[in-house]
């Protein structure tokens, strides 16, 4: 049985750090691509960060990229995303997903899902 299970979240002050962990059973990372998204209160489910299961390219959108990196432990079979120079516009509950095949910007194309942790950047 697939499943995702993310760790890390918490209230961090503004310019802050977090790392955020997404623990994977039941597949391999490397037949998987791997995401990042977020949605806040009353927004859409938008897309953070991405990594391919086959050559482990990553992606970023622009509101993160140079802040967020993501990454992946093949031995633990686990994907982190380590979030730096946090925002108060970073608040948002952060899901990690999965899907078989490329990595995709839409995250209607993940089918697997973890539970999701909150992150809050507030003072």
Known sequence: QLQLVESGGGLVQ??????????ASGFSLDYYAIGWFRQAPGKEREGVSYISGSDGSTYHADSVKGRFTIS???????VYLQMNSLKPEDT???YCAARRGPVSGSYYEYD???QGTQVTVSS
Request: glycine share 14%; proline share 4%; with cysteine.
């Open 112 to 114: 697997n899902w973890g």
């Open 72 to 78: 992946r432990d093949n031995a633990k079979n686990t």
């Open 14 to 23: 503004p310019g802050g750090s977090l790392r955020l962990s997404c623990a």
């Open 92 to 94: 948002a509950v952060y």
